[in-house]
């Protein structure tokens, strides 16, 4: 029988090591080209990585949770038995004449790995519970998820029962054993307990995210400033958007006009859109936005950007925002998503935080914080007419690099945010 092994390839430009997060696939499972055989996560992101050969997989050379070099083989896999390959055949000839295409219809291409179709299913063997368990060498079948969350309240996943019939436990599965409550008592000063301790391995996205916020913050001079404005206006505008059917598929937050009125402030001032090229001793003036929204994943931080952001409608980009942070949300923002940003902005305001002094993303030059709305007493009017009202209050805050953009453009810059934002009606004047 002749059997390949299938290495650990480079997805993205420059990686040297990933970690396996989940395998998609057993031992004895039969699989085709570009059937999905694993998760693994790189620097960037969570990755599927789909199979260069067909046939039958034989062992799972790499546990889940193991970090591995590129060029590493981490499954075998050979060719089908021929029984195997009688029976597909049968069946292809079966579904062939239930389900005949049109006769226009073309024949499909093979496809390059890691592109086309992921439609067809794995077909797999009767197995046993405990075959995957051993091959995986994991000891147990459970979710990446349900991984995360054993660790986190300290059980042991082999004590949890799991509900389904194949055997992978779930979170679900995790509410029948509770809390480890004894993980969290208070030590007495000077103690020590190891076994009320845990500890991660600082790797993949975090492990970079952490490296690059540490060469941000020491290499760049951040100067941060910040403005609190009544943002009422704002908010009766997203109120008004949400009932408008060109945004029916559109879900309408105050970060979308504050996105907005980022591109259009920055017509005035572009130099918040330009990147210190330290090598070539040159300012690098963008003619384009790319806009990064910073989103918190289960995997740390991730900066996906809108490439073209300044060329869209408001529809347009809030569609894009929308995809974009549901994909991070995931863990599998693709590495070609995070790269060539220009400008972030981070959205703090759903944590319930009011502002504070974000570090710039690695290759910009500036950053906006968006805090929370909150309604709180504003003075309204003037003179006579002068009185407190309750108002939607928010607090943004920029910080940027202060080698080439200076106290007087950074503050042009916030305070045209600040217009467009407090009376979005203002935005008709850039």
């Not at 889940?64 to 597909?88: L, Y």
């Not at 991984?147 to 599965?173: E, F, Y």
């Not at 900066?303 to 409608?313: L, T």
Request: aromatic residues 4%; hydrophobic residues 40%; charged residues 25%.
């Amino acid at each position: 029988m002749v059997t390949s092994e299938f290495k650990l390839p480079d997805v993205g430009e420059g990686l040297t090591e990933a970690e396996i997060v989940e395998w998609h696939v057993v031992v004895g499972d039969v699989i085709k080209v570009n059937d999905p055989v694993c998760d693994i996560e790189t620097a960037k992101s969570v990755v599927e990585l789909p199979s260069p050969y067909a046939g039958v997989v034989q062992e799972l050379l790499v546990e889940v949770g193991t970090e591995v070099q590129v060029g590493t083989p981490i499954i075998r896999i050979g060719d089908a038995p021929a029984e195997t390959s009688a029976a597909s055949a049968e069946t292809s000839v079966a579904s062939a004449e239930t389900a005949a295409p049109e006769p226009d219809e073309a024949e499909k291409p093979l496809t390059l790995v890691g592109y086309g179709s992921k439609e067809d299913a794995v077909v797999r063997r009767n197995r046993t519970v405990s075959a995957p368990a051993a091959a995986a060498g994991t000891g147990v079948l459970a979710k990446p998820t349900a991984r995360k969350a054993a660790r986190d309240r300290g059980i042991d996943l082999s004590s949890v029962t799991p509900a389904r019939a194949d055997g992978v436990i779930t979170t679900a599965d995790l509410d029948s054993v509770g809390f480890d409550t004894g993980s969290f008592v208070p030590q007495e000063p000077g103690s020590t307990s190891g076994d009320r301790e845990r500890r991660e391995p600082i790797k993949g996205l975090r492990k970079q995210m952490g490296q690059a916020m540490v060469d941000s913050a020491f290499t760049l001079p951040h100067v941060t400033i910040w403005t609190t404005i009544d943002v009422t206006r704002t908010s009766e505008l997203v109120a008004g958007l949400k009932a408008n059917r060109d945004f029916a598929e559109v879900r309408v937050s105050p970060l979308l006009i504050v996105a907005k009125a980022t591109l259009l402030a920055m017509r005035r001032t572009p130099i918040v859109n330009s990147w210190w090229d330290e090598a070539a001793q040159e300012i690098v003036f963008k003619e384009y936005v790319n806009l990064g929204i910073a989103a918190a994943t289960p995997r740390g931080l991730q900066v996906p950007n809108v490439k073209g952001a300044d060329r869209m409608s408001l529809v347009e980009l809030g569609a894009a925002i929308n995809e974009l942070t549901a994909t991070a949300r995931t863990g599998k923002t693709p590495p070609a998503d995070q790269t060539g940003g220009t400008f972030t902005i981070t959205n703090i305001g759903p944590f319930g935080i009011d502002g504070g002094a974000p570090i710039i993303n690695p290759g910009e030059s500036a950053i906006l914080s968006v805090g929370a709305i909150k309604r709180q007493p504003w003075v309204v009017g003037t003179g006579d007419d002068e009185r407190i009202e309750p108002r939607d209050v928010c607090t943004l805050a920029l910080s940027f690099d202060h080698r080439h953009i200076d106290g007087e453009a950074g503050s042009r810059f916030l305070a045209d945010v600040a217009r467009i934002v407090g009376d979005p009606s203002t935005a008709l004047l850039f």
